[in-house]
Nanobody, 121 residues
Framework: QVQLVESGGGLVQPGGSLRLSCSAS????????MGWHRQAPGKQRELVAG???????NYADSVKGRFTISRDNAKNTVYLQMNSLKPEDTAVYYC???????????????WGQGTQVTVSS
């Protein structure tokens, strides 16, 4: 059974920074793309940033220049460094990963449980 466990959320003042982490564990053959999404109250879940297995990245326009996604393949972990945070960044942040598992032998998208990020003075 594969699990994605997120950490690093919390309360921060506008202009502050947070670093989110998401680690995958379980019987895995390979991890392909990984990413972060967020969902604010009353809004649809949206992609924040994604990173391929080769390190190519993409970002939502609203976070370009402020957020940085990275991954450590040896640790099966993806990170989201969030700087210059704004109140509109307040949301539950979810990580996801495209994983090929060994048992059962299949490839599917997995999601973490979510971590709350609140930007407020």
């Amino acid at each position: 059974q594969v699990q994605l466990v997120e950490s690093g959320g919390g309360l921060v003042q506008p202009g502050g920074s947070l670093r989110l982490s998401c680690s995958a564990s379980g019987s895995m053959f390979s991890i392909y793309g990984m990413g972060w999404h967020r969902q604010a109250p009353g809004k649809q879940r949206e992609l924040v940033a994604g990173i391929s297995s080769g390190g190519s990245t993409n970002y939502a326009d609203s976070v370009k220049g402020r957020f940085t996604i990275s991954r450590d393949n040896a640790k099966n972990t993806v990170y989201l460094q969030m700087n210059s945070l704004k109140p509109e960044d307040t949301a539950v942040y979810y990580c996801n990963a495209d994983i090929h598992t060994i048992v059962p032998l299949r490839r599917k998208d997995y999601w973490g449980q979510g971590t709350q990020v609140t930007v407020s003075s």
